[in-house]
Structures are given as structure tokens and as C-alpha cells.
């Protein structure tokens, strides 16, 4: 089984349930070798060069879904537009059109670069808008950035949906001091950004994904393809 993950540090609990989850080690192996940023994901997804992962909700339109997610109720500190120029994140896809629908103009900042800014610069007078604050600023809604979707084995992937979004999961200290040095931030900080991100799908976030689907359409967006 091919599972792609996004290789951010939003989906650190997940790195640590994998680890535990009772599969074959070469699953896990899969992964460990298979970490991308979600618009090469989402291509690989719809490509069927991956049968599961972690793709952009805008991806995800037409895909088979798990209850797990990737969600932020207000603030997500990784999901940012800079005020100046006017310029797409290149890795991203659903946060490109959400800017778009937000009408907001800026360059777009997703990831551990972007929550690196973000703590860089916050004690000096905000430079950019947080994507995740401003939609539920509009709707009252939490925002879906990704979903864990599937090609094949719906039982399995069900399965591991459930369980992940069953755990209370702590990231060890040896970890965290990985991640602190892979991406030069701080542990401290790591954790108070994990609290903004949030993994079970809820009845809120179902209505706020069909709402984000509508203003695609009426936007008129491209959603991604495989041509």
C-alpha cells in the first residue's frame, strides 16, 4: 500500500500514531521515503502513483474520504498571505483558491516556511493575514485545508481514520528536538502550533467543506487534474 504524507510539521501526531500503528514496515517504509508538499501529492493522488494520503481538500472533491482532516478553527499560523506583490505558493492548492475566494492579494505563504515567518515576525506589526483566521472571521466556520482520502483498501484506511482520530497524541521530546532542528523552530513553539491544528472531521467542518466547494464552483477555479 502506497501512502503519500505531507511533509509539514501539521502532520507531526500522525508521524508519531504511524509509528505505533500495527501494519507492515513497509507501509511505514512507504512513507518514511514518500513526503512531499500537497500539490505533488494531489498530482500523485489523482495520477494513482499513491493509493491514500494526505491531499489539499480542493483535491479531494471527487476522492473517497476518511473522517480525518486537516482543520483549523480560526488561526493556523501556517497558512499565511504576505502583503506584498501578488504571488501563488507553488506547493499549495487549496490555500491559492482560498485566497482567491477570500479576495485576498499577497504572496502566499503555506507550511513550516510560512509558520517560520509567522513566528519571525509576530511581535512586530502584522505584515501579513492569516487564511484560516479570515474564513472564520466570513463564516464562523472552521477551515479544511487537507483530507485523508483514498484510491483502494477503504476498509483499511477507514480503520486507521478511526483510531487516529481516537488518540490524544503527546509528541516525544526526542522528536520535537528533530523537528526543532529540521525546521529551526523552536519546541515551545512547535507545541502552541499544534493546538491550532485539529484532525477529526466535525458537522462544522463537513459544512465548511461543502461551502468551500460551492465557492469554487462559483468562482470558477480549476480544480486539479490529471491533465
Not at 39 to 65: C, Q, T, Y
Not at 88 to 117: C, F, T
Amino acid at each position: 500500500m502506497r501512502f503519500g504524507k505531507i511533509d509539514y510539521l501539521n502532520l507531526a501526531p500522525f508521524d508519531v500514531f504511524i509509528k505505533k500503528y500495527p501494519i507492515q514496515n513497509s507501509f511505514k517504509l512507504f512513507i518514511n521515503h514518500h513526503k512531499s508538499y500537497p500539490a505533488k501529492l494531489n498530482k500523485e493522488f489523482l495520477f494513482k502513483k499513491i493509493d491514500a494520503g494526505f491531499i489539499s481538500s480542493i483535491a479531494g472533491v471527487k476522492a473517497r474520504k476518511t473522517k480525518s482532516a486537516i482543520i483549523s478553527y480560526g488561526e493556523v499560523w501556517s497558512v499565511i498571505a504576505i502583503k506584498k506583490g501578488n504571488q501563488l505558493d507553488y506547493q499549495s492548492a487549496s490555500s491559492n483558491a482560498l485566497s482567491a475566494i477570500l479576495k485576498i492579494n499577497g504572496e502566499i505563504l503555506i507550511g513550516d516556511r510560512a509558520l517560520k515567518y509567522k513566528l519571525n515576525n509576530h511581535k512586530l506589526d502584522k505584515d501579513y493575514i492569516d487564511l484560516g483566521l479570515e474564513w472564520y472571521k466570513k463564516h464562523k466556520l472552521p477551515f479544511v485545508f487537507g483530507l485523508l482520502c483514498y484510491n483502494k483498501n477503504e476498509n483499511f484506511y477507514t480503520k486507521l481514520s478511526q483510531s487516529f482520530n481516537a488518540k490524544n497524541i503527546k509528541i516525544p521530546y526526542y522528536l520535537l528536538q528533530e523537528y526543532s532542528k529540521k525546521t529551526d523552530i523552536t519546541k515551545n513553539d512547535i507545541n502552541k502550533y499544534l493546538k491550532h491544528i485539529h484532525y477529526k472531521m466535525s458537522n462544522k467542518s463537513k459544512v465548511s467543506l461543502y461551502r468551500f466547494y460551492r465557492a469554487v464552483r462559483l468562482t470558477k477555479i480549476k480544480l486539479p487534474n490529471r491533465f
